[in-house]
């Protein structure tokens, strides 16, 4: 086994001794509220939204865009278990800024194994063979963070499985304070009618 799979099994081991009640845990989210957010491992949150295991959906992404698959969990959360408000939260410093679909599809090109970047930009250290299946995909990458925020919430509000009656707030997550700031234009375009 590698060292990562011993701890996490470990740690696993750890949280079952004092598991208790939350196996009694009701499906539906207590507060009724779902995030999407990034996956980026500096975001916690259950930490910077106060919530406890049971209390919201939080669904992430790489950039936590309003991909189809973030908007099919969306409307999973709502229709069948009941969240009636609904959170975007980009943050700061995201790796998803660093690069463009072209960007990723030409290291794809080259090889799958993993790029390095510096100031000069990415560079593919591996060897072949590549694929051009990175051309295919969107990457949902980010040009500015603000107006990426907007265009979620605007997406996912345009939806024509989303009700109206759900509000849709935008945020973007500081990693060097944990400050939630708000983006008043999402806010605004998610407000529900």
């Avoid at 996490?8 to 009640?21: I, M, S």
């Avoid at 939204?49 to 919201?56: F, I, M, Q, T, V």
């Avoid at 709502?78 to 939260?89: M, R, S």
């Amino acid at each position: 086994m590698s060292k990562i799979l011993d701890e996490v099994l470990a740690a696993n081991a750890a949280y079952v001794e004092d598991f208790g009640e939350k196996g009694k845990l009701a499906l539906p989210p207590a507060r009724h509220f779902a995030v999407l957010t990034c996956m980026d491992a500096r975001l916690d949150p259950a930490k910077y939204a106060g919530l406890a295991e049971g209390d919201a959906h939080v669904i992430r992404n790489a950039g936590g865009r309003a991909s189809d698959d973030a908007i099919r969990s969306l409307v999973i959360s709502y229709k069948l278990l009941g969240t009636n408000e609904w959170f975007v939260i980009h943050h700061t410093d995201c790796g998803m800024e660093l690069f463009t679909d072209d960007v990723i599809a030409g290291l794809l090109d080259k090889s799958l194994e993993t790029a390095s970047i510096d100031a000069q930009g990415w560079h593919d250290h591996g060897h072949g063979p590549g694929s051009v299946h990175g051309h295919f995909i969107k990457w949902h990458t980010i040009a500015n963070l603000e107006q990426s925020v907007v265009e979620d919430v605007e997406r996912i509000r345009s939806h024509p499985l989303v009700p109206k009656t759900i509000p849709i707030y935008g945020y973007i997550y500081d990693v060097r304070s944990g400050r939630l700031i708000e983006v008043p234009a999402a806010t605004q375009a998610g407000k529900a009618g």
